[in-house]
């Protein structure tokens, strides 16, 4: 099947600072990728749409200015976390459809855990 | 927006036996259904997928149903195994498998 990364699997900063997550399709092109946040034990949580060379879509109640989105390649999609806090410790894991592909399937990269002290 | 509710959260069945998990969704739009199995620290795979046009699809050990009246959706698994042991999340699209809306999953143990 279709292979996505995320980069980094984990990471620990400081409230206040920003961190950004990258999410590749590292075998198919994907015009669109998706980024979801999942609290522990509990299911996904779409965040937002990234569309290649056009503004995300973002679900209602996320903040645009909070959570940036770049996808400036077919195969790369940024997620930043901005003055990141504490309650913004989450799993990220983005996904990615594979544009040119026979099924219409959502890929899931296989996650970042993002931790705010 | 898409409301996707999920029962049970957790499941446990002797291996060998069956086990069902059903979701119901709000937007009648809707039009794709994915079930996605996610095993501890790993990423969700897709297992099986329906579409709208279509009332049952089996595969193997697993199928889906899909009651658009009724707006819900199930999947079934026969003859557990122990590595069917995961949790399992249902979604539901109405632009194909683009904006999943995802169930709040269930945990399935299969007891040896």
């Known amino acids: 099947g279709a292979v996505v990364s995320q980069h980094p699997s984990r990471v620990i900063c400081k409230s206040g600072t920003s961190v950004k997550i990258e999410c590749r399709s590292l075998d198919f092109q994907a015009t669109t990728m998706f980024w979801y946040r999942q609290f522990p034990k509990q299911s996904l949580m779409l965040m937002a749409t990234s569309n290649e060379g056009s503004k995300a879509t973002y679900e209602q109640g996320v903040e645009k200015d909070k959570f940036l989105i770049n996808h400036a390649s077919l195969t790369l999609s940024t997620l930043t976390v901005t003055s990141a806090h504490p309650e913004d410790s989450s799993f990220y894991i983005c996904?990615?459809?594979?544009?040119?592909?026979?099924?219409?399937?959502?890929?899931f990269g296989p996650g970042t855990r993002l931790t705010v002290l | 927006g898409e409301n996707v509710e999920q029962h049970p959260s957790t499941l446990s069945v002797q291996e060998g036996d069956s086990a069902v998990i059903k979701c119901t969704y709000s937007d009648s739009a809707s039009n794709y259904f994915p079930w996605y199995k996610q095993e501890l620290g790993k990423r969700p795979q897709l297992i099986i997928d329906i579409r709208s046009n279509v009332g049952e699809k089996k595969d193997q050990r697993i199928a889906v149903t899909l009651n658009k009246t009724a707006k819900h959706f199930s999947l079934h698994i026969t003859e557990t195994q122990p590595e069917d042991s995961a949790v399992y999340f249902c979604a539901a699209s109405k632009s194909g498998a683009n904006n999943l809306f995802f169930g709040t999953g269930t945990r399935l143990t299969v007891i040896p």
């Open positions: 996904s990615a459809r594979d544009s040119g592909g026979a099924r219409n399937e959502q890929f």
